[in-house]
């Protein structure tokens, strides 16, 4: 299964990757066919740039001064600004979709010129995410840079073909053009087709500062699109340090699987262990509290079931140690046997959620949020 998910993961981006830059040179018959396999492109690349970035622990909800695991990384772009970001890359996908839907010929070539610097921005906006996350492993950096790289691909691919779908028209009224003097004159001016690439260039600064003047009346800052690589850390533009990350705490098993997923593990506090701080679930301070007991009523069997732990239970939690899936699946293989603490400790403890809350203590300095 692992052998047909990685063939799945490298090869279908590879296909994909090479058979839009094959289509650069050749003319495909069916578009229909083209368009989908574009479509295909860009949502596989998201979904598997996404899996990329969790499978290298980075926590996409973390903000720059989130408090997170030492092996683990902060969000790439900042929050607050993600707004203005999504609608570059969102106006870019309009601006190639209005283009693909229709006849060049029956579109102002103003229009047409906006659209391709749509794309100009959507393009920029994926190169910078790119060198944002040049920070991780060479292999995961080119993978990632498949996205923007089939971007191009695409977009050459477009301006080509509605260039030339201009030029084999003979005439063009500059009637319709419109009746303002300054639009008409512009209209005019492009014409010839062949001004779009370099004008749709130099209409992307302008068409960037009016997508910005407008967010600004929704509440985003008139930098947020600088904002969003340099508030955040860990990463190449970044511009903040983050603090002191937390500590996983061992090779425990259960202390392990606390590092899984926040909204499956369900983290509840900080706890102290061996001198530094680590986060416990419920699930956590149920095994610590048994074993609590345990040592109070048979201290020669707990003994030995430690022994045993710690002679297999080791490599099996550091294996799983910063892998949010593996300490997920450990989290649901422990959850039977927490019933079975559970149970024990209400059979034998007089009041057990005291012993269970009494675990791990946090010093009130160093708590950190959860919510």
Known sequence: ??????????????????YNFVILFHNEKKKWVRNILWLLT??????????????????????????????????????????????????????????????????????????????YLNLL???????????????????LFLVPLNTFFMMIRIIRDKVKEWREEKTHK???????????????????????????????????????????LFGQEPDSIIKAWTE?????????????????????????????????????????????LIIVNRQLLIANAFENVLEEKTPRFHRVVRNFYDKYGFPLADWIRGNKIACDITYFVMKP???????????????PENRIAMQYITKPKEIVDFS
């Not at 990685?6 to 296909?15: E, N, S, T």
């Not at 906006?125 to 993978?143: A, G, H, K, Y």
């Not at 926040?262 to 061996?274: A, D, E, F, T, Y």
Request: proline residues 4%; neutral net charge.
């Open 125 to 143: 906006v994926q190169i910078i995410f790119i060198i944002q996350c040049s920070v991780l492993s060479e292999l995961v950096t080119f993978l």
């Open 174 to 216: 500059g009637a319709s053009f419109g009746k303002n003097k300054f639009i008409k004159k512009l209209n005019l001016f492009l014409v010839d087709s062949e001004r779009w690439p370099l004008t749709a260039l130099l209409l992307a600064l302008p068409m960037l500062g009016i997508v910005i003047m407008i967010l600004l």
């Open 42 to 119: 860009i949502g596989l690349g998201l979904f598997f740039s996404m899996i990329l970035l969790g499978a290298n622990d980075v926590e996409l909800d973390a903000l720059w001064n989130k408090r997170i695991y030492v092996n683990q990384l902060h969000q790439p772009i900042w929050t607050e600004a993600l707004p203005t970001i999504t609608l570059i890359f969102v106006m870019g996908l309009i601006g190639a979709i209005v283009l693909l839907a229709n006849n060049v010929n029956d579109l102002p070539p103003l229009n047409t010129v906006l659209c391709i610097s749509s794309m």
């Open 337 to 351: 046997l927490e019933w079975i603490f559970l149970v024990v400790l209400y059979l034998t403890d007089a009041k």
């Open 1 to 18: 299964m692992w052998i047909i998910f990685l063939g799945l993961f490298f090869g279908i981006p590879a296909i994909l990757t090479i």
């Open 232 to 276: 955040t850390s860990d990463w190449r533009l970044s511009l903040k340090e983050a603090p002191q990350g937390l500590e996983y705490d061992g090779h425990y098993l259960c202390t392990v699987a606390a590092g899984g997923h926040k909204k499956l593990v369900k983290p509840i506090r900080n706890g102290v262990r061996h001198g530094h």
